[in-house]
């Protein structure tokens, strides 16, 4: 693990590294989160385009309760 080749502490708990476009509510029904998943699936790949990133933000995410809570770890500049 990278982590522990650097000389830092590592946790056991698995990381996902992603990126979270939308989130469906608690309440939507499995059929209903098959039919997006299923139309999400079917749309052509979003354009590639050239950019240019000027920071980077880690963020680390609480999910329960009535809402999701994200606070900044570190920036990246």
Do not use: C, K, N, Y
């Not at 329960?64 to 900044?72: L, N, S, V, Y």
């Amino acid at each position: 693990m990278a982590v522990r080749l650097a000389g830092l502490p590592a946790g056991d708990e698995r990381f996902s590294p992603h990126l979270t476009l939308a989130r469906l509510g608690r309440t939507v029904e499995p059929e209903q989160r098959r039919t997006v998943a299923e139309t999400v699936r079917a749309l052509p790949p979003p354009p590639t385009l050239p950019f240019t990133a000027h920071a980077a933000v880690l963020t680390r995410s609480v999910l329960g309760g009535q809402q999701p809570r994200h606070t900044i770890v570190q920036r990246f500049t």
